[in-house]
Structure formats: C-alpha cells, structure tokens
C-alpha cells in the first residue's frame, strides 16, 4: 500500500472516530442501560436494608411530557418528635436528590436511608418538629423514567422534581401565610452534580421553593474539564471537540451564575457543602478544590469534606462518609432555618412573633433575608475537613 494511501486512511479513521463522539455523544455521557437489570429493579427489593425506612414509588411528568420516577420518603428530623399539628412546624425541609450515572435508585435507598436515620438521630433539638422528605429523582431513560437523556431533557427533569415538591407542599399545608415554609436542598452525586448547579443557577423553580443550600457529591467541574482530565493525550481528539458539545453540566459557571443572581435579587446565596471521595479513581481532587476556591471567590457559603478511603462512587458507601452526608444536610438545615428565623425576626419589626410557629409570608422573605448576608460571608471562607 502506497505511503500516501496509508495516511489518508489513517486520516479519515481520525475524522470519522471525531464525527461519531459528536453525534453520538449523549449515548456516550449518559449510560442508562448499566447495570443491564436496573430497568427493572424494585423498591422493595431493598426494603429490607433501608432500616424501617419506607420508601414509595411516585410518577410526575416534565414539561414535554416525558414521565419519570422518583423514590419519596418523609421522616421526622428529630427521631420520635413529628409535629403534633402540622402548622405548628416553622418549616418542611425537601431535599431532591440526582442520582449518578450508570445507577438506578433502588441500590441507592440503603445508604441514603443510612443518611436520614443519622439525621433523625443526630440529636438536634433545634430540629424539632421538623420534618424532612426525600425525593429521589430517576432521570429520563434511567430505571423506570420514559425517555432518552441529554442535557437539555435533564433541566426539565430536575424543574419537573421541583414543581413536584411546590404542589405537594401546597397540597400538604395550604397557602396560608402562617405554614411552615419549605426548605428545598439540592443533592447531587456526580455527574447529578451539574443537574443540581443547572437547576439552581438557571432553573424554573417556584417561588414557594427557592433553593437554599446544595450537597455536592463527588462533583467535577464540567465535561469539558472531565474529557481533558480522562485523556490528557495530545494525539487523541477528544478534548478538541469541546466546541461541539452539547452537554456542559458546568458547576464552574453555575456558580458564578447562582452568585450574580442572589446579589440581583437581593437574597444570600444557598449553602453549599462538597463532598469529596478521597481516593476519587475517576474525578482528581483538583476538581473539588478549584470548585471550593471558585464558590470562596465569588463570596459563596462553602464547605469542603472527605470521605475517607472512598472511591467514586462510594463516598457514602462507607461509614465515614455516610456520617458527613448526614452532617451535610443538618448544617444546611440549620443555615436555613437562621435565615427563616432572621426573615421573621425583621418582619416583625426587630420583635420575636408571640405565636409559636408564625411564619413570614413568602412575598416579603427575600428582602428580608438579607440579615442571612452576614452570616454567609461568614462561612463564604469555606473549611476543608478530612477524616
């Protein structure tokens, strides 16, 4: 075979692998298929391993009418002190969680199940009557979801969970001014890291529900990021086709979109806490610390943690990290609720309501809540833990 011959062939190999990874790049990012059974995994098959949590199977559609699944549960945060009077809470605390890739919910609900015991057991007084509700997500195409995934279809699934959880609250305790005020914490794990950040910096989220802290689980910066960290080669063309992408899940420019719009709005930020596998094979700890340095830059509230020993994708596999995620979502928690209490205390004038429970209407919590401004630049420092 001619030298010339050899060459061109080599050439148009090259171009034609470039033209497939730019069409065929969702069935790449996304692999709902793995493991091959999760189409037809069972809540119940796990119910066993939850430890008395009850998990129920719920349907909701997205705006184009695709219908996903989620997993949903409801359990006092202060373990055997429900409210007596469901007005008599000052707030519900949802956290809608997105799910990694390659995965179905159901091998998930054990560990988070872990998760929301040791919230439950966490011995927080403060805490008390509130209830938490967790709602896990199951994109389009993934375990039971109709569908085929991409970014564009993810958005809507993630506005979808979150209109979910604003009726089923409205439904739950009315429209009254007095009701407790939903606090909705978004958790993603992986690559349900940059469905989280979309949702929260450019989402359509009610405004009964904003958005108050994120958990991030393992997260990486984009896919951009990712495709020149998985093939550094300078011979191969992966990380030159960014220009073609068309899945970003860019949390690094979330962030400064989810800054910008807090200060526009005259609100604090959400509260926002990293948690990081500490022996990640997948995703370099470079990712989690030009994440917590981007959020301290941008005067973000952040906190960074490890899970020790853990690999990608069993941060809260392990004890440890089971331990930090329940950590996570009760200091959220807590932020929140000191944003609730300053809202208050201010529409009352700088006096403490005489009615135990009484709640802000929603029309005047975000001009209120700028007394929250202090205490997130408290934390917009970030603190980086490892156990």
Avoid at 255 to 263: H, V, W
Avoid at 367 to 376: L, V, Y
Wanted: proline fraction near 8%.
């Amino acid at each position: 075979m001619p030298p010339v011959v050899f060459v061109g062939l080599l050439v148009a190999l090259y171009i034609w692998k470039c033209m497939m990874l730019v069409v065929f790049q969702n069935k790449i990012i996304y692999m709902p298929g793995f493991p091959p059974n999760s189409p037809w995994e069972l809540i119940e098959n796990y119910a066993n391993h939850c430890g008395g949590i009850k998990w129920t199977d719920e349907r909701t559609r997205a705006a184009d009418g695709t219908d996903l699944a989620m997993a949903m549960t409801t359990v006092p945060m202060q373990k055997g002190k429900s409210p007596t009077d469901k007005q008599a809470a000052m707030a519900h605390v949802y956290v809608l969680y997105f799910q990694g890739n390659a995965a179905s919910i159901p091998p998930r609900l054990p560990d988070l199940s872990w998760v929301l015991r040791n919230v439950s057991d966490s011995h927080n007084p403060d805490l008390a009557p509130l209830q938490i509700s967790f709602i896990c997500l199951s994109y389009r195409g993934y375990w039971t979801s109709r569908g085929r995934p991409s970014e564009p279809g993810l958005r809507l699934d993630a506005e979808a969970g979150v209109r979910w959880i604003s009726q089923y609250h409205e439904q739950l305790y009315g429209s009254a001014s007095d009701a407790p005020q939903p606090i909705l914490l978004l958790w993603g794990q992986s690559i349900g890291c940059g469905v989280a950040t979309n949702l929260a910096a450019t989402g359509k989220i009610p405004e009964n529900v904003p958005v108050r802290g994120l958990l991030l689980e393992t997260p990486f910066l984009s896919v951009r990021t990712m495709l020149e960290t998985l093939y550094p080669q300078k011979w191969l063309p992966y990380k030159r086709l960014w220009p073609f992408l068309r899945n970003h899940l860019d949390s690094w420019t979330n962030m400064e979109t989810i800054a910008n719009t807090a200060k526009e709005m005259g609100r604090p930020p959400p509260n926002i806490f990293i948690l990081e596998a500490e022996r990640d094979e997948l995703v370099p700890p470079e990712h989690a610390e030009r994440l917590l340095e981007r959020c301290q830059d941008l005067g973000l509230p952040v906190e960074r943690v490890k899970s020790p020993s853990a690999f990608h994708s069993d941060a809260i596999m392990r004890i440890e990290g089971k331990r930090l995620a329940a950590r996570g979502v009760v200091q959220l928690t807590k932020q929140a609720l000191s944003g609730i209490r300053d809202c208050r205390h201010l529409s009352h004038g700088g006096k403490q309501p005489h009615r135990s429970g009484e709640h802000v209407p929603h029309n005047s919590s975000y001009a209120a809540e700028r007394a929250m401004d202090k205490h997130g630049s408290d934390q917009a420092r970030g603190r980086e833990e490892t156990l």
